[in-house]
């Protein structure tokens, strides 16, 4: 007999109360029914969800009341851990278990409001006036704006004057979407919230690996023999992720080393732990890479047939002085030319296996890290020599087959001036010990927000599409020239370069967008897509804003006012709007920027003109919909009760306004219609769209009977694609985001299974979810075999080659290609070879390089102090002058996250605010001796763009580091209060921070800055 949950639950409780009442003797009718307390959660309806607030994605289960009838609204009641999720296993930190108290927030918006130029109130309106009203106010922006040809008459098609910030806990759905919305109407001021957090991470892994995404997964943590935790505080921020380096520690014997500003949560159940300065990681990573290949302690074999160590690099390529070659002063950037390998006449990177070439990768390499001694490490970090030197060597120890250790990080390496690189320096010192495509290896970058990954799949930033191909630049006029400058040739005689696919990619993506509008004779709509000619990061949308560039602006599920960097300049830049949207479910600091709150908002409402709309969405609990966790796996999950009051699902939200859009434009026609009119939009029900039928069409499926190379039919017209190998570039295939295709095939929805087992011990549980690519786990798993398919540890074999096919447990990231085939295991790079020099991909140099953070604390490089930071960092002429000096601002200031809180969200939650009620920052017990601050004191912290108030907690968890031959104390700052919640009121910190971003994603330098401290 087959037992639901529910019923499981009914005949265990009918059981209990029969025992309990035949062993007291009483038998009578009197006890059952009158006496014995109900199971509470007897008469519930349980369904599956996740966790929505970080990207570990834990199994909730949620137990809701309402019998369905009509006008009845189902109410969450409960809601616990899922025990059969495997890496949850029935665990919720503090923030996922006061979950129902962010769903029944008393903020959770009820109904659409609407505040009129300079009033200081909201006031209550109805869907059809709101969705009215933004309708004409875009439509009015955008035919006054739109700009369909440049100044050289090329077509571009782009709105400028109106931009969107899509959410980061929303379904893939709904960001499907988004990207249809925007796209269309050649919106380019979009972004989300990976331009504020893992932005880096894909800049650096992308360039290095193939692809920018965390390589393994959480589970597989507990089969590292070492674990590096640094740039990150996994057991304060991704509190049940953490229990796979506990289990780590304690079944496999793993070292567990912290190196981190702050003695952290982390560092408290660590094997060892180090100090190091905020901001100089780079110097501390590439000083063990320097160790590494003094003391020959490689994985030599992995190294040269795995990586680009063999490989040539051009003459022309320097590096001198802290500059590159190519640097341009003026333009702050690099001419990128010579940071490339020397080619053979067929195009062919030239080798040198020996790696006895003195331009070969290895040479360059050993002669770039030379100066990262143990001593120049302690001088930039303020490390030990001793400790140092010890975590090189307890890293070292993995530098032999059968061990590994995995790199945890989060936004302490991304919010850096410099935060790519320090990710780069990570990636290359696995790929040097052979620990990447290895179980318990990895750089694993341990995403923030609960679907931030899926965001950034489905291409929700300014200047990218749907897989991670980029939107056409006006550089590129035409199809022709886009899609030959995306597509890279190979650079080896038999290498597979996936991405040569690319024409497949995006042919089947315009398929998505525009259907049979899209066809070869119109070069699939290419014309439709807008072509960006700057960027439009977040920071660049504050600029814009303030020089009323930017008019209009849709915020979904995002906070910028507590997120962007620098707020009183946010605060200026959203004032200079015309109109503001805010979708949704909570009153958040942005939709309110224009209210008065003391110091913390230091506003007058009747001087701010902006329009505010605020329109009231649903939350996770209250949709379906696939959400994709830090290891990539989509998780379908299920809505357990409606949306409170008159608040809509984001996908109806949009499906209103963009139907009322098209009827605007059917009626009165205006600036280039076509886009928007041809867009499939082609929903059961258009106003409405369901979250399968856009899950379907984000797989993809076929447009027309497709047959293999033999002939045989692979999928009829109409039938969902199982494959991103089935797409086409002749317009049969359609697929919205190619790296989603497989997860809803035929079979079904492979998002929503839900078989937990492990039939290998390794954490591999491909029957739960769908990971992407492909449904694999381990990303670049061929390199866990040697060149001849043995795995190099038998122990933890992904993959073999078992004489006719690769085998194993994971889905082969590699093609059919035997032994000895001379194909690299890294099959998304040109070359095959993991990248020890970047050549051209990042914007800041091939090798990493230390840069001090903008706001240095030694003001000085003792490497080369002509180039002190980043000379490509980021950074607008109007905020040098309010970058500060350590002479006014000595301390290091750095942001972070703290377990019962989750971003500005869990301050909605009551049993979070309780458990944190009140704002504080964290200094040293030396510092606070010297300026008199005791414990509960309360201080003003002030950096050059502001001050913030908070209580003092003094500690002996940060100390007094010696950089460069100088005392530097660190603040720490948590990141969590504002003015709304139901925690006391408090400042926001990004008050504080610097509006400075890196080269290659423009992602804020939030962990290191300057600031002074005063008791209040
Ligand atoms: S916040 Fe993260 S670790 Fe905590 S319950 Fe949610 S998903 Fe799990």
């Known amino acids: 007999m087959e037992l639901s949950r529910r019923q499981f639950f009914r005949i265990c409780a009918g059981g209990m109360a029969g025992t309990t ?94 505040r009129a ?173 320097r160790y590494l290949l003094e003391n020959n302690r490689v994985q030599h074999e992995y190294v040269r047939h795995y990586t680009n160590a063999s490989l040539i690099i051009r003459d022309d390529y320097q590096f001198d002085d802290g500059l590159f070659s190519g640097y341009d002063d003026k333009k702050r950037q690099y001419d990128k030319t ?65 061990r590994t250790a995995t790199i945890l990080y989060a936004l302490g390496w991304t919010h ?147 997120a962007f960097p620098d707020k009183n300049k946010s605060s200026r830049a959203l004032a200079k709007l015309k109109y503001m949207v805010v979708i949704d479910p909570l009153a958040t600091e942005s939709s309110n920027f224009w209210q008065h709150h003391g110091e913390m908002n230091d506003v007058k409402p009747e001087a701010i003109q902006t329009e505010v709309f605020r329109l009231p969405s649903s939350c996770f609990a209250e949709e379906d919909g696939s959400i994709a966790n830090s290891g990539r796996w989509l998780q379908w999950h299920w809505a357990a009760a409606e949306p409170p009051g008159e608040a809509l699902h984001d996908a109806k939200i949009l499906g209103r306004l963009y139907m009322r859009l098209r009827e605007l434009y059917q009626q009165e026609g205006g600036a280039n219609p076509e886009p928007l009119l041809n867009m499939r939009w082609d929903y059961k029900d258009p106003y409405d769209p369901h979250p399968e039928e856009i899950a379907r069409e984000g797989n993809g499926m076929a447009l027309a009977d497709l047959y293999d190379d033999k002939g045989q039919l692979i999928a009829k017209k109409g039938q969902q694609l199982s494959s991103f190998a089935q797409l086409r570039d002749d317009g049969s295939t359609s697929s919205f985001c190619w790296v989603y295709c497989g997860s809803w095939t035929e079979q079904g929805n492979q998002m929503a299974n839900r078989d937990n087992s492990d039939p290998y011990g390794l954490g591999c549980t491909p029957g739960w979810a769908w990971s992407w690519p492909a449904n694999r786990r381990i990303l670049y798993n061929r390199a866990s075999a040697d060149p001849s398919g043995k795995p190099w540890d038998a122990k933890r074999a992904l993959l073999h080659w078992d004489g006719k096919k690769w085998a194993g447990m994971d889905v082969a990231d590699y093609s059919q290609a035997a032994p000895g085939s001379n ?34 604390p030694i003001g000085t490089n003792p490497l080369h102090p002509d180039v002190i930071s980043s000379p490509v960092a980021r950074i607008y002429h109007d905020d040098i002058a309010n970058m500060g000096k350590a002479d006014a601002f000595p301390y290091v200031a750095t942001t972070y996250s703290i377990t019962e809180l989750f971003r500005h969200w869990t301050k909605h939650a009551l049993l979070n605010a309780i458990a944190q009620p009140d704002q504080f920052i964290e200094i040293g017990e030396a510092l606070a001796s010297q300026k008199g601050i005791a414990a509960g004191d309360t201080v003003k912290v002030m950096s050059k ?58 992602t804020p330098e939030y962990k290191a800055f300057l600031v002074n401290i005063e008791r209040a």
Not at 127 to 145: S, T, V
Not at 268 to 273: E, H, I, K, L, S
Not at 827 to 851: C, T, W
């Open 21 to 114: 009442v035949a062993s007291l003797g009483f038998l009578s009718s009197f006890s059952v029914h009158a006496e014995t307390r109900q199971y509470k959660l007897l008469k519930a309806k349980e369904t599956r969800n996740n966790c929505t607030y970080c990207s570990v994605g834990c199994g909730m289960l949620m137990y809701s009341l309402g019998d369905s009838a009509k006008n009845v609204k189902e109410s969450i009641y409960h809601i616990e851990g899922d025990p059969d999720h495997p890496v949850s296993r029935g665990s919720l930190c503090p923030k996922g278990a006061g979950v129902l108290d962010y769903i029944h927030s008393e903020t959770r918006l009820q109904y659409p409001e609407y």
């Open 117 to 289: 130029p300079g009033s200081d109130k909201w006031q209550r309106i109805s869907w059809d006036e709101a969705i009215n009203r933004i309708a004409r106010l875009m439509k009015d922006d955008r035919d006054a704006n739109f700009i369909e040809k440049n100044a050289q008459g090329l077509t571009v098609n782009r709105w400028t004057t109106t931009g969107m910030l899509c959410s980061s806990a929303a379904s893939n759905e709904t960001g499907i979407l988004d990207g249809k919305f925007t796209r269309s109407l050649g919106m380019v001021a979009i972004d989300c919230q990976a331009r504020l957090c893992h932005g880096p991470t894909v800049s650096a892994l992308a360039p290095t690996f193939g692809r920018g995404a965390m390589t393994n997964n959480w589970v597989d943590i507990k089969n590292a023999n070492v674990v590096l935790i640094m740039g990150g505080n996994a057991a304060e921020a991704h509190p049940v992720g953490f229990k796979w380096v506990i289990e780590a520690q304690t079944k496999n014997d793993a070292t567990v080393v912290v190196v981190d500003p702050r003695f952290n949560r982390s560092a408290a159940v660590a094997d060892m732990y180090a100090p190091i300065r905020a901001g100089s990681d780079t110097a501390f990573l590439l000083g063990v890479i």
């Open 338 to 402: 010579s940071w490339f390998y020397q080619l053979d006449e067929q195009g062919h990177a030239l080798r040198d296996e020996t790696l006895s070439h003195p331009r070969c990768v290895w040479n360059l390499l050993k002669n770039h890290v030379e100066r990262y001694t143990p001593e120049m490490v302690n001088r930039l970090c303020g490390t030990s020599v001793a400790d140092f030197t010890r975590i090189c060597d307890i890293l070292a120890s993995t530098s032999v087959p059968d």
């Open 416 to 562: 850096h001036s410099a935060g790519a690189q320090i990710i780069r320096a990570a990636a290359m010192l696995q790929l040097l010990l052979g620990n990447i495509g290895m179980a318990g290896g990895g750089v694993n970058a341990l995403r923030g927000h609960s679907n931030i990954q899926g965001y950034t799949d489905l291409g929700l930033l300014s200047t990218n599409l749907p897989g991670y191909m980029p939107l056409p630049s006006e550089k590129q006029p035409d199809y022709q020239t886009y899609i030959s400058q995306i597509t890279p040739p190979a650079l080896g005689v038999n290498e597979v370069n996936y991405w040569q696919n690319t024409p497949k990619f995006f042919v089947s993506m315009m398929k998505s967008f525009w259907g049979d509008h899209a066809t070869a004779e119109n070069n699939w709509g290419y014309d439709w897509l807008p072509k960006w000619d700057r960027l439009y990061d977040v920071m660049t949308q504050a600029e814009l804003m303030l020089e009323g560039k930017i008019n209009g602006y849709i915020v979904q599920g995002f906070n910028p006012l507590a």
């Open 823 to 856: 194909v690299g295991p890294f099959i998304m790079n040109q070359e095959g070879v993991a990248r020890l020099f970047s050549i051209d991909k990042m914007n800041d140099g091939p090798f990493p390089e230390h840069y001090e953070p903008i706001e240095s």
């Open 945 to 1002: 763009r502001g001050y913030i108030k908070a209580k003092a907690v003094v500690t002996k968890r940060l100390q007094t580091l010696t950089i460069d031959g100088r005392a530097v104390d660190t603040i720490g700052i948590p990141c969590h209060w504002g003015f709304e919640g139901a925690t006391r009121k408090g400042f926001l910190a990004n008050t504080l921070t610097p509006s400075v971003g890196d080269a290659n994603s423009q």
